[in-house]
């Protein structure tokens, strides 16, 4: 199983950027998929999630009103569109996914993960 996290680089604050998940149908298809990121010196921290059907999303408050998370079954991708970026947005960002067709925030909860891309916002 492997998840596939894209779409990182660098970006001036108030700039966006668009991640994106790749994985099998066998690993995204019912589950749900999230988002993470670990700042450097600081833990792992819920970003996103996405249900299965894309009919309920809940995001961090740090992100909340500036973050997008969104997904194309059919094409197996999981999306995260991110405005209005700020420093403190730096950081390793990696997908995981679930289980069950609908998860939370806690990391436990997801079963498979990619390797990370980074995101880093200039000032």
């Known amino acids: 199983v492997q998840l596939q996290a894209s779409g990182g680089g660098l970006v001036q604050a108030g700039g966006s950027q668009r991640l994106s998940c790749s994985a099998s149908r066998r690993t995204f298809s019912n589950n749900a998929v999230a988002w993470f990121r670990q700042a450097p010196g600081k833990e792992r921290e819920f970003v996103a999630t996405?249900?299965?059907?894309?009919?309920?999303?809940y995001y961090a408050d740090s992100v909340k009103g500036r973050f997008t998370i969104s997904r194309d079954n059919a094409r197996n991708t999981v999306y995260l569109q991110m405005d209005s970026l700020k420093p403190e947005d730096t950081a390793v960002y990696y997908c995981a996914a679930a289980l069950r067709a609908v998860a939370g925030g806690e990391e436990q909860e997801y079963r498979y993960w990619g390797r990370g891309t980074q995101v880093t916002v200039s000032s």
């Open positions: 996405i249900s299965w059907t894309s009919s309920g999303t």
